[in-house]
């Protein structure tokens, strides 16, 4: 997840609740779907779990952010956040059909997030100014809300190995090319840091995030 926001205790107790729902039921949601085709290896190690504790990665979810908070604030006096959760495990040789079923798998993450998007929406049109339960706290909630969770999906779907998009993409290709694009998967993770700090990372993600918060209006009119 890519962010930046004003550093203060209020600040992140509203982004405390968005941002543990999103990274939980966004792991969460790997490993029930990888349950559904036949991988029970996330259920059996207790991955598929809302209890956010099983997901945090000492190092992306802890370290990496934290440290960024630091740097960035004293550097450019706006921290600016950058973090993953701990990936659910998903063993794909137990899937029923591999390569069709890694696509679902992949894909039930960003799903869940767009879904909690529509429910932040949702809610802050419940307790917008003009809404039925007017709550200026729950609205602010509901705006990071509808944000972390359509930048989490939007990430995600990157066609970048490891990324969920990474893996569709592997379960979209015909059998030789996805052996080839798999191959890039132990590098991922710098292409994707390469992007961040050039700048080229948010280039990509602005226009997918544009069209994902025309749908949700368009579903939502939020």
Request: hydrophobic content about 60%.
């Amino acid at each position: 997840m890519v962010t930046s926001m004003d550093f203060s205790l209020a600040t992140i107790v509203l982004w405390a609740v968005p941002v543990v729902l999103a990274i939980t039921l966004h792991e969460a949601a790997h490993g029930y779907v990888a349950r559904l085709f036949g991988d029970d290896t996330a259920f059996l190690m207790g991955r598929v779990t809302l209890n956010p504790i099983k997901h945090i990665d000492l190092i992306g979810t802890i370290l990496v952010p934290g440290l960024m908070l630091l740097t960035s604030k004293l550097l450019v006096g706006v921290p600016f956040v950058f973090g993953w959760a701990k990936p659910v495990p998903v063993n794909f040789g137990n899937l029923r059909h591999p390569k069709r079923d890694m696509i679902w798998v992949a894909a039930a993450g960003p799903a869940v997030n767009f879904a909690m998007a529509i429910g932040w929406a949702l809610l802050a049109r419940l307790v917008a100014p003009s809404g039925l339960w007017t709550s200026t706290t729950l609205y602010d909630m509901a705006q990071i809300g509808i944000g972390v969770n359509l930048v989490l999906m939007v990430l995600n779907l990157l066609p970048i190995p490891p990324l969920d998009g990474g893996r569709i993409v592997t379960g979209l290709l015909p059998m030789r090319a996805a052996r080839v694009y798999s191959r890039l998967e132990p590098w991922g993770f710098a292409v994707i840091l390469l992007l961040l700090f050039v700048g080229w990372l948010e280039k990509l993600m602005s226009p997918l995030l544009r069209v994902a918060a025309f749908v949700l209006h368009a579903l939502t009119g939020a």
